[in-house]
């Protein structure tokens, strides 16, 4: 067995074979930083944050400086709950000059969820700036406007979105929502409308579409 084999195993998306592969190196290879560092990750890309997390920060304690290893951290840190352990991480990747799209889109999706709106638009601004393009970040950040009280800063953010999502069905749900926030019943409508047309089977667009025209009393096919 070879630590070749498993980041191999790891790449091609078997995770569950990369970990077979690395519990039988040897124990000084194993405890060696690539073996831990692709321990860890094939624990997370398999769910299993909680054993991972351990993983994560004794790379970060043996490699300080390691950007990665901090945004690693911060990822089981968001999939276990531990936002404030997340945002910590995050902190400490910018800290260590951590400057890309992947570092600050997911550091501004915890602070959203942690109700930070503040910080969260700072990092959301930063990683639009990086991917002027992706409607990923600017739905987040058009929602952390709204919380902010900034309906218009929002929709700006969203102008011409049915020509850049494709068949992102769950992100126009999302905007759908966004649209029902600042009281947008038409255009959550259309939202979801369009989501349907491009996702025939979308259960929560089919669901939330349904109960908006019930609230209006409108026939379901209406």
């Not at 890309?45 to 950007?67: I, N």
């Not at 915890?110 to 930070?116: F, G, S």
């Amino acid at each position: 067995m070879s630590l070749s084999e498993a980041a191999d195993a790891l790449q091609a998306g078997d995770p569950g074979r990369a970990e077979h592969l690395l519990r039988q190196l040897p124990e000084a290879e194993a405890q060696a930083l690539p073996a831990l560092c692709l321990l860890a990750l094939s624990l997370a890309a398999q769910g299993r944050h909680d054993d991972a997390l351990p993983l994560f920060r004794e790379l970060t304690r043996r490699e300080p400086m390691e950007v990665e290893h901090w945004t690693n951290l911060a990822a089981a840190q968001r999939a276990v709950g531990d936002l404030d352990g997340a945002i910590t991480a995050f902190q400490a990747a910018l800290e260590r000059g951590g400057d890309h799209w992947g570092l600050h889109h997911p550091m501004g999706l915890v602070l959203l969820a942690a109700k930070q709106y503040q910080g969260a638009m700072g990092a959301l601004v930063r990683a639009l700036e990086l991917e002027p393009d992706n409607m990923e970040t600017r739905v987040a950040l058009a929602q952390a406007f709204i919380e902010l009280g900034e309906p218009k800063d929002a929709a700006s953010l969203l102008v011409g979105w049915k020509d850049r999502i494709g068949a992102n069905a769950d992100l126009i749900v999302d905007i759908a929502r966004l649209a029902l926030r600042v009281g947008g019943v038409p255009a959550a409508v259309d939202a979801l409308e369009t989501a349907l047309a491009r996702v025939p089977d979308h259960a929560e667009a089919a669901r939330l579409l349904a109960q908006i025209r019930a609230r209006l009393g409108l026939r379901p096919n209406a």
